[in-house]
T-cell receptor
Framework: GAGVSQSPSNKVTEKGKDVELRCDPI?????LYWYRQSLGQGLEFLIY????????KSGLPSDRFSAERTGGSVSTLTIQRTQQEDSAVYLC??????????FGPGTRLTVL | GNSVTQMEGPVTLSEEAFLTINCTYT??????LFWYVQYPGEGLQLLLK?????DKGSNKGFEATYRKETTSFHLEKGSVQVSDSAVYFC???????????FGKGITLSVRP
């Protein structure tokens, strides 16, 4: 079946611009996660959505980062006023069971 | 809080060599343990998992046993192949918080 998909696969932007990253989870998966993978910090949790519950935003690094999940399916991660330190690969994962997460291919963000 | 410690890399082996990648963890509660693999240019893939003490996860010739007494989940393979060259991440998840906590990852290179 179809896996987790993310778009775009690559995004180059200028410092100060806003970007939106999209994630389509596996159909039927109720939980959706965003992570960030960077050379200096490794893999970091950003935000977690579970059904209709309030999201766990505890990993968002600043108020420039936000995410929403519409209709319990597609999610968008928005980064406002991008900075060079935001350059990383942004990974989305989804799960049905509470622990087994399946990852998408990621969006590589480069902030010039 | 939760943390995962992986042995320092990179690791370079000859084909058919025995592989051990060490992973130890600190967690509140009773974690589920995972190994994820990232092949060059690809996203994270679940390799194997174990959800309780003494469980052994296995896949593609790789094995790892959940050792509660030593808080470890070492990855082993009896005979590595060139196609096993990738980055390997140890991770854990606890029911109290659904986010995955990852180790820093280790790069494995297998030469013919």
């Amino acid at each position: 079946g179809a896996g987790v998909s993310q778009s775009p696969s690559n995004k180059v932007t200028e410092k100060g611009k806003d970007v939106e990253l999209r994630c389509d989870p596996i159909s039927g998966h109720t939980a959706l996660y965003w992570y960030r993978q960077s050379l200096g910090q490794g893999l970091e949790f950003l935000i977690y959505f579970q059904g209709n519950s309030a999201p766990d935003k505890s990993g968002l690094p600043s108020d420039r980062f936000s995410a929403e999940r519409t209709g319990g399916s597609v999610s968008t991660l928005t980064i406002q006023r991008t900075q060079q330190e935001d350059s990383a690969v942004y990974l989305c994962a989804s799960s049905f069971l509470p622990d087994t997460q399946y990852f998408g291919p990621g969006t590589r963000l480069t902030v010039l | 809080g939760n943390s995962v410690t992986q042995m320092e890399g990179p690791v370079t082996l000859s084909e058919e060599a025995f592989l051990t990648i060490n992973c130890t963890y600190t967690a509140t509660g009773y974690p589920s343990l995972f190994w994820y693999v990232q092949y060059p240019g690809e996203g994270l893939q679940l390799l194997l998992k174990a959800t309780k003490a003494d469980d052994k996860g296995s896949n593609k010739g790789f094995e790892a046993t959940y050792r509660k007494e030593t808080t470890s989940f070492h990855l082993e393979k009896g005979s590595v192949q060139v196609s096993d060259s990738a980055v390997y991440f140890c991770a854990l998840h606890t029911g109290a918080n659904s986010k995955l906590t990852f180790g820093k990852g280790i790069t494995l290179s297998v030469r013919p």
